[in-house]
């Protein structure tokens, strides 16, 4: 069965860093979008990706961060300089368009010190 | 912003009964409402989902109520099973055709099976 997939499983960087999360969506899925989880909190949305740009972002998703298509199948999440409370897991989801239905990866686990 | 709220943190059900996990909701623009499954370590699962148009939908030991008068959900398990527990979310999204439309999360129920 298709799954999404994300690299790396774990990163750990030190404040101030860029760091670029992967994700590789399933093929032929037309939407894709970056959520997080702050430990102990509810998964959050940062932003959604459709037709080559982005769809939507949330007030979390401000300028340090970015998220690319580089070709038919990476979706990237960029953010450049970060802080301590970006420590979360970063989740990675895509959809085939079915209203609602989207389809998540396991996960990065960012650590900022 | 509390637009999708799971009120029971946790709850504890034994074998073969029924789990019945609420959630309930703030914004009348929601249309479609999803559970996902989610293991620790992992990526939450899609279980389930329902379209504001209906009340029921079922699959296998799975069903959603959808009471919109009321802006309440429900899943149901029957028979629950140990491989249940897990942590369950409750999401629900706008949908536009043709925009990728963001799912917003209820804050989870705690769902322990037990022998």
């Known amino acids: 069965e298709p799954e999404v997939t994300q690299t790396p499983s774990h990163q750990v960087t030190q404040m101030g860093q860029e760091v670029i999360l992967h994700c590789v969506p399933i093929s032929n899925h037309l939407y894709f979008y970056w959520y997080r989880q702050i430990l102990g909190q509810k998964v959050e949305f940062l932003v959604s990706f459709y037709n080559n740009e982005i769809s939507e972002k949330s007030e979390i998703f401000d300028d340090q961060f970015s998220v690319e298509r580089p070709d038919g199948s990476n979706f990237t999440l960029k953010i450049r300089s970060t802080k301590l409370e970006d420590s979360a897991m970063y989740f990675c989801?895509?959809?085939?368009?079915?209203?609602?239905?989207?389809?998540f990866g396991p996960g990065t686990r960012l650590t900022v010190t | 912003d509390q637009q999708v709220k799971q009120n029971s943190p946790s709850l504890s059900v034994q074998e073969g009964r029924i789990s019945i996990l609420n959630c309930d909701y703030t914004?009348?623009?929601?249309?479609?409402f999803l559970w996902y499954k989610k293991y620790p370590a992992e990526g939450p699962t899609f279980l389930i989902s329902i379209s504001s148009i209906k009340d029921k939908n079922e699959d296998g030991r799975f069903t959603v109520f959808l009471n919109k008068s009321a802006k309440h959900l429900s899943l149901h398990i029957v028979p629950s099973q140990p491989g249940d527990s897990a942590v369950y979310f409750c999401a629900a999204s706008a949908y536009y055709t043709g925009t990728a439309s963001k799912l917003t999360f209820g804050t989870g129920t705690r769902l322990q099976v037990t022998l």
């Open positions: 914004n009348s623009m929601f249309d479609y």
């Open positions: 989801a895509s959809s085939p368009g079915i209203p609602g239905e989207q389809y």
